[in-house]
């Protein structure tokens, strides 16, 4: 069975720093893409970064310029490097991965908080 364990989130003040680890267990399928999704109170979840084994790098608008995707060599963890944070990033993070043909696996979530 397929784990996802997320970790590094936390509360941070707008202008600080926070790094994202998932790492990923009991894979079975070849992992396509990787990456990160947000939910925030009352929202939708929203994509945040993206990766994928083709080498391509997706990241949502509202984050070009100041977070960064980066995974390990295996395929086994993914990154979310968050930089400049502003209060409205705050939000529930979610890792995720896409393997064909099972389709989608999600961690548990990570809370991040950032302080104005």
């Known amino acids: 069975q397929v784990q996802l364990v997320e970790s590094g989130g936390g509360l941070v003040q707008a202008g600080g720093s926070l790094r994202l680890s998932c790492a990923a267990s009991g894979i079975i399928f070849t992992i396509d893409a990787m990456g990160w999704y947000r939910q925030a109170p009352g929202k939708q979840r929203e994509l945040v970064a993206t990766?994928?084994?083709?080498?391509?790098?997706n990241y949502a608008d509202s984050v070009k310029g100041r977070f960064t995707i980066s995974r390990d060599s295996g395929w086994n963890t993914v990154f979310l490097q968050m930089n400049s944070l502003k209060p409205d990033d705050t939000a529930v993070y979610y890792c995720?991965?896409?393997?064909?043909?099972?389709?989608?696996?999600w961690g548990q979530g990570t809370q991040v908080t950032v302080s104005s």
């Open positions: 995720n991965i896409k393997r064909y043909p099972v389709g989608d696996s």
């Open positions: 990766i994928t084994r083709r080498g391509s790098i």
